[in-house]
């Protein structure tokens, strides 16, 4: 596992600065640095991406749209997934009505979900 995996950016800046793909440091205060856990968490959040992600997708009301950004932004804060967060608070932000910032959204949400999990990748190494 390279040194500085933990310190993997996203492709897209968010806001002023250039938040993390994955920092490890976040993910260990939640889990007490227990490293079972880690993985589990990881595990169980990749595995609900591709679910919120077409929940977002699909929405046909502004609860259903609030509730996955909302589940997304929280989600990836207990993570360690700070840039995808900052990105679901801003689809949360500009609510369910058709936007022109969605599909730039939908892109940048994209390009935060590829670098998030190859920064996890890289500091855990392939199963």
Excluded: C
Excluded at 56 to 70: P, T
Excluded at 114 to 120: D, L, Y
């Amino acid at each position: 596992m390279p040194k500085n995996a933990h310190k993997l950016d996203t492709p897209a800046r968010t806001g002023r600065k250039r938040l993390k793909a994955f920092d490890i440091a976040l993910l260990r205060r939640y889990t007490f640095e227990d490293s079972d856990l880690e993985r589990e968490l990881l595990e169980l959040f990749q595995a609900q991406l591709p679910l919120l992600i077409r929940q977002l997708a699909e929405s046909k009301s502004q609860s259903e749209w609030h509730l996955a950004a909302h589940t997304l932004k929280g989600s990836a804060r207990s993570v360690g997934a700070p840039a995808l967060a900052e990105l679901a608070l801003e689809l949360e932000q500009i609510g369910y009505q058709e936007n022109p910032q969605r599909a730039k959204l939908a892109t940048r949400v994209e390009a935060a979900v590829k670098a998030f999990a190859t920064s996890v990748e890289t500091y855990y190494g392939r199963s």
